[in-house]
């Protein structure tokens, strides 16, 4: 029998929903993404678009979300360019008791909030994350692309787990976390992650839920895979040079994690990732190939391509790391909202 105090609890709960912002570029994306929060079957108490020193994509949102329309606020970055700051900025700001984040470039399920929301009636849950699903702009993936690197487009790759499960990480454009997570890990490291369009470096939220980890011990840490959000892919990350460039840049993030957390669980996940997920995906690669069917090589070629790149960008990083005799990222507390 369900305990009657569950449903007065997740009644209790508010979620506030952070999007961080940077390009007008993106203009029709960002208004749907906000479009897709204020249409949750499980109301947000509030919707934050976090703007990265852009004063004019800044003057734009707050014009077109105004005093009437009272559940999106816009902001600034407060602190240094790039999405870890912003992110801790839309923290700093929420007055919920639960934090989720949404990419700019994506949208909501209609019971993503919902699905989270329930994932939180276990008082040891900390954090929740769901499944990206890639929206390919071009209308279908591309017949080399292989799922184990659905990663490379922010989006849930093959290997992980169905259902709700325990991970190590959640990830972080389609995530969640109570807001006493923070209070005990801090916030997004920065200096690791994305920064606008510059090398798409990656795992701040790996390294985030690792803090976690150490901090509390016995905290839990889910996917629910039916927590769904659409993740759009445009027809320049279809390209296999920024395959390429993303999992080099990966590596050079991974290098960076295992730095400030060590590597035992820095890269815990990845062990498995790449001696069973990917050899996995190169025999069924190969096998395709043989039988004829399309993209069975390059999606092989791919896999191997990707684990390369991926070392030596860990290589690299590892390397300048040492040199410089510590980690490159600082993971200081949340910033208080300004007045």
Known sequence: MSDPRDSRDRHDRRFSVVICVYTEDRWDDILAAVDSVRRQSRPALETLL??????ALLERLAKEYGADVEEVRVLANAGPRGLS??????????RGDIVAFLDDDAVAERDWLRHFDAAY?????????GRTVPAWVSGRRPAWFPEEF??????TYRGLPPGRVRVRNV?????????EAFDAAGGFATGIGRDGDRRPLGCEETELCVRLGTALPHAV????????IHHKVPAARERF???RTRAYAEGLSKALVARSVGAGKGLETERRYTTRVLPAGVARGL????????GGAGRAVAIVTGVTAAAAGYARGALRARLKGGATFSSGPIPKEPT
Do not use: E, K, M, Q
Request: glycine share 14%.
């Open 85 to 94: 700051a912003g992110r801790n900025t839309g923290i700093a700001a929420s």
């Open 121 to 129: 009636d276990d008082p040891a849950v900390v954090a929740v994350g």
């Open 171 to 179: 990830l972080g454009g389609n995530a969640s976390f109570r807001r």
């Open 150 to 155: 659905d990663w490379i487009v922010g989006c």
């Open 241 to 243: 040079g920024y395959f």
């Open 50 to 55: 976090v703007v990265d020193h852009n004063p």
């Open 287 to 294: 096998r395709d190939f043989v039988l004829g069917r399309p």
């Open 221 to 228: 840490l889910l996917i629910d895979d039916r927590a769904v």
